[in-house]
């Protein structure tokens, strides 16, 4: 538990008054003292046992890597630390206060080549240059105009997030040359990122703590998981107060209450071109509703966090998904599609505000991405590298597709069948396969074949009741676009 009536900063009264101590034969009282002083001295990238709250809301102990430090505004100030807790997901990173660091067990400090790569305790380093591996980047020629023009043209500026591989492994970050040392601050970094949009140079430190720590967005109060690059008068609220309709954003609740009274939006810009029940999902250019779709991109950053986001949204159409009721449409999700993409992706980016995940919803935009799919006559897959929920949510929809349209014929089928009719990719069939053993090798030949357990939890999903995508509601054709429509300029 926490302690109480201790103070932020830790009494070092008795190491400093002892320097003879300091010597070989020095107590482990004093050596303990002396790796204190040395964690406060410089305790950014330094791992220690920290107090996290588990998920029955008790406190325990878990390892964890210091990643910033501030003052608190309680009186008198003290200091919290910014911790990652090793091995979770950096969604439950979190500022701690003093007292829930535990100094009684070995502290880790960073090696020095850690330090010097890192950066000392306020600067950020970036890593070294290296062409980004990331899908969905636009072409080549649209990079280079964007990075001309991002200098000084705000309008045209991407936001550009290291983020890590499949493998967990941290991707290289799109530089623009250098690879050596930083010579920006953190305070120039964020400062950086505000008024360029753009993140390309030092994503290192900066992207690893969440400013804000809450959202309002109609009936709901949600914590935040990442950063975001919100504008600076924004960017450390407590709260930010987000119109659920134009998701214009306030530091008060005053001032989004005021907006509230002028605001006529009541549904996503663009066209709706699906309706069924209390769902419907709109198309937005993001050419055409830059504002909308970039208040959209910075909701999103809240909560996604290994991908690189595009303040630039020219490139994209934004499938949003509401739900109504007698006060509007109200956003569950979205999902982003480049206009062209080059690799066959059918998602950029995917996700279900924080408020209605876990009811399905993420399910029901990737069915919609694929029905979208279906009608241009394609297969698509969504751009990697896949979150771990994202991951988790696509093997799910995956399994219950080609299980079902497995058991729903009678006939032998191959994959590439599966794949016209279900528009999932060769590949992601033969993964999904492989993941629930259904991919066996008989007489000389591979074959499908269902489990019983496969089959008995494809039942069960079936029994929960879910919604679906009904194909008949969807009212749309695909956009083409002209390749001046495709300059991004
Ligand atoms: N723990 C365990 N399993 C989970 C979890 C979780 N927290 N979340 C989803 N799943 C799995 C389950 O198998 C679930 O199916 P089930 O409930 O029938 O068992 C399945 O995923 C789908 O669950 P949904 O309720 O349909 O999905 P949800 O509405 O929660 O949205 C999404 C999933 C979009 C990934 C959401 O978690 C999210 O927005 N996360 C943050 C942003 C993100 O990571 N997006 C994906 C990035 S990858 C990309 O953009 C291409
Ligand atoms: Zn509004």
């Known amino acids: 538990m926490m302690s109480d009536g201790h103070s932020d900063q ?10 003879a101590n300091s010597t070989s034969t020095e107590s482990p009282d004093t050596t303990k003292a002396a790796q204190i002083q040395k964690f406060l001295a410089s305790p950014v990238h330094c791992k220690l046992f920290v107090q996290k709250l588990s998920n029955n809301q008790e406190y325990e102990y878990r390892k964890a890597e210091i990643l910033w430090v501030r003052q608190t505004r309680s009186n008198p100030p003290g200091l919290e630390y910014y911790v990652h807790y090793v091995e979770f997901n950096k969604r439950l990173d979190e500022w701690v206060p003093y007292a829930r660091l535990d100094f009684g067990r070995e502290i880790e400090f960073p090696k020095p080549d850690q330090k010097k790569s890192k950066g000392r305790d306020a600067t950020a380093t970036p890593p070294p240059a290296k062409q980004q591996q990331r899908a969905g980047t636009p072409s080549a020629g649209q990079k280079r105009k964007a990075a001309d023009e991002a200098a000084d043209d705000k309008e ?7 983020g890590e591989d499949e493998d967990g492994e941290t991707m290289e970050v799109e530089g623009d040359g250098g690879g050596g040392e930083s010579t920006f601050s953190k305070e120039q970094e964020i400062e950086k990122l505000r008024t360029s949009g753009s993140m390309t140079q030092c994503v290192s430190e900066i992207a690893r703590v969440k400013n804000l720590n809450k959202i309002q967005m109609g009936k709901h109060e949600v ?9 600076q008068e924004y960017a450390y609220c407590d709260m930010l107060y987000i119109c659920e309709f134009c998701l214009c954003y306030y530091a008060s609740h005053k001032q989004l209450a005021r907006h509230r009274t002028r605001c006529q939006l009541y549904h996503p810009p663009g066209n709706e071109i699906y309706r069924h029940e209390d769902i419907s999902f709109f198309e937005i250019d993001g050419r055409k509703q830059k504002t909308w779709c970039r208040n959209l991109c910075l909701l999103s950053k809240l909560f996604l966090d290994h991908k690189t986001l595009f303040y630039d949204v020219d490139p994209f159409l934004f499938y949003c998904m509401t739900v109504r009721d007698e ?16 690799e066959n992706y059918n998602v ?28 241009e006559g394609r297969t698509g897959s969504p751009e990697k590298p896949l979150s771990d929920l994202g991951l988790l949510s696509y093997r799910a929809y995956w399994q219950d597709t080609i299980v079902e349209y497995l058991l729903s014929t009678t006939e032998e089928v191959t994959i590439e069948e599966i794949s016209q009719k279900t528009s999932i990719t060769p590949q992601d069939i ?9 991919l066996k090798y008989y ?13 008995e939890q494809w039942e069960r999903n079936r029994k929960k009741k879910k919604r679906v995508i009904v194909s008949d509601k969807l009212d749309w054709k695909p956009l083409h676009f002209t390749p001046s429509q495709l300059r991004f300029l």
């Open 10 to 19: 830790p009494n070092l009264a008795n190491a400093n008054d002892n320097p």
């Open 156 to 162: 045209n500026a991407q936001v550009v997030l290291g």
């Open 223 to 231: 914590e935040s998981w990442y950063f975001s690059p919100y504008p």
């Open 327 to 342: 006060l509007g449409y109200h956003l569950i999700g979205y999902f982003s599609k480049e206009k062209e993409s080059s």
């Open 348 to 375: 950029a980016c995917i996700l279900t505000l924080p408020q209605y995940q876990r009811h399905g919803y993420g399910k029901l935009l990737i069915a919609f991405s694929y029905e979208l799919s279906k009608v």
């Open 430 to 438: 033969l993964h999904t396969l492989q993941n629930i053993g259904a």
């Open 443 to 455: 007489r000389g030949q591979h074959i499908i074949c269902l489990g019983d357990k496969v089959i």
